[in-house]
């Protein structure tokens, strides 16, 4: 039995299809949808009032489009809380290193031995990069609110 056919025949009140013409449309009009066909062409090849066509193929665009917001939500969500994981691993391997030449220095001088000016100079130098990965991870954090 033609689209057409089908549509004509198995009509509720109202001129709407029944539920199971429904479905048989559905699956005569899926694969045009599928294959990026126009609802114009479609309508032509099947049958199917254009209508109906555009109907369900606006139907199944949009649950297309919602399905690719979520996922993109949820990767950007993912990708937001890597980033921020990054900036904490680089802050706690700053801070033990930090804490390794603390030790090394508050030790020197326990033992009332001069520390390597080397030590003072990385300590600082690990200072400079613990201020600039907070602030850069809180900069990040502002702007992804």
């Known amino acids: 039995m033609?689209?057409?056919?089908l549509e004509q025949t198995q009509?509720?009140?109202g001129g709407r299809p029944s539920k199971i013409a429904q479905v048989q449309i559905q699956r005569t009009l899926r694969p045009y949808f599928g294959r990026g066909m126009t609802a114009a062409y479609t309508a032509r090849m099947t049958g199917i009032n254009i209508k109906t066509v555009c109907k369900y193929f606006d139907e199944w665009a949009n649950e297309i489009i919602e399905r690719d917001e979520k996922?993109?939500?949820n990767r950007g969500s993912k990708?937001?809380?890597r980033v921020a994981m990054t900036y904490d691993i680089l802050i706690s391997r700053e801070f033990a290193s930090l804490e390794k030449?603390?030790?090394e220095i508050e030790r020197l001088e326990k033992q009332k031995?001069?520390?390597p000016q080397h030590l003072k100079k990385e300590e600082q130098e690990i200072l400079k990069t613990l201020s600039?990965?907070?602030e850069k991870r809180a900069a990040y954090a502002l702007h992804i609110l």
């Open 113 to 115: 031995k001069e520390h």
């Open 2 to 5: 033609a689209a057409q056919e």
């Open 101 to 103: 030449i603390t030790d």
């Open 71 to 73: 996922y993109y939500h």
């Open 11 to 13: 009509q509720n009140k």
């Open 132 to 134: 600039f990965l907070i």
């Open 79 to 81: 990708e937001r809380e």
